[in-house]
């Protein structure tokens, strides 16, 4: 099962890395959203569950507090790198896209697997697992917003085509956003909310 999920992932990554989303759409802020999802929020927690898969429990990260730190991480990594002078420096130099996108799976990984090391812990850990996710959910929504609410592009002034549709940069940027938020932080909640319900129904089974 862990070969599988791990090929899967690694799918993914090439689809993402070597498809037009980051060579020919690259300009798009839709485009460069769906690549950051699509690390963070797909090919990320498949790797973690691959390689938690293959670990043995004491190389796995089980200290109660790894998912806030890592939450932390992925915190200051996103908002970083979405920051417009970094947004640029990723559009438009392989280097700053190199950089951006091994940010982002690195942060990613270190996330979700601290989150699923912690579900298989005591109930600490669980819930430090959970609210890690959680916390995540917050500020990736927090993001969303910002951009979807932006009274003016941060990102381009021109036209952008995605998908082979001519957007303009305020409609870019909010659909940008809009994945972001259906994409990203729901991912994010559903699996801190998952997480949450094992908590509750191990408490359940132990009362019964």
């Given at each position: ?115 699923l ?31 979807a609410?932006?009274?003016r ?56």
């Amino acid at each position: 099962m862990s070969a599988f999920v791990l090929s899967l992932a690694s799918a993914v990554l090439a689809l993402i890395w070597l498809g037009p989303l980051l060579t020919i759409w690259r300009g798009s802020i839709t485009a460069h959203m769906l690549a950051h999802m699509g690390v963070v929020a797909i090919a990320a927690p498949l790797l973690a569950i691959g390689l938690a898969q293959r670990l043995p429990r004491t190389k796995r990260l089980d200290f109660v507090a790894m998912p806030l730190v890592a939450s932390l991480v992925e915190l200051v990594v996103v908002w970083g790198w979405h920051a417009p002078a970094a947004r640029r420096f990723a559009q438009y130099t392989l280097v700053g896209t190199v950089s951006e996108q091994a940010s982002f799976l690195a942060a990613g990984l270190f996330l979700w697997f601290s989150c699923l090391a912690a579900s298989g812990g005591d109930k600490a850990s669980r819930v430090s697992g959970a609210f890690g996710l959680l916390l995540t959910t917050i500020h990736m929504t927090l993001l969303g917003a910002l951009l979807a609410l932006s009274p003016r592009p941060l990102y381009a002034s021109g036209e952008v085509t995605c998908f082979g549709v001519t957007l303009t940069a305020g409609q870019d940027q909010q659909l940008g956003a809009v994945v972001m938020l259906l994409l990203g932080a729901a991912t994010y909640l559903a699996g801190g909310v998952s997480l949450l319900a094992g908590l509750f129904c191990d408490t359940d089974r132990r009362a019964a």
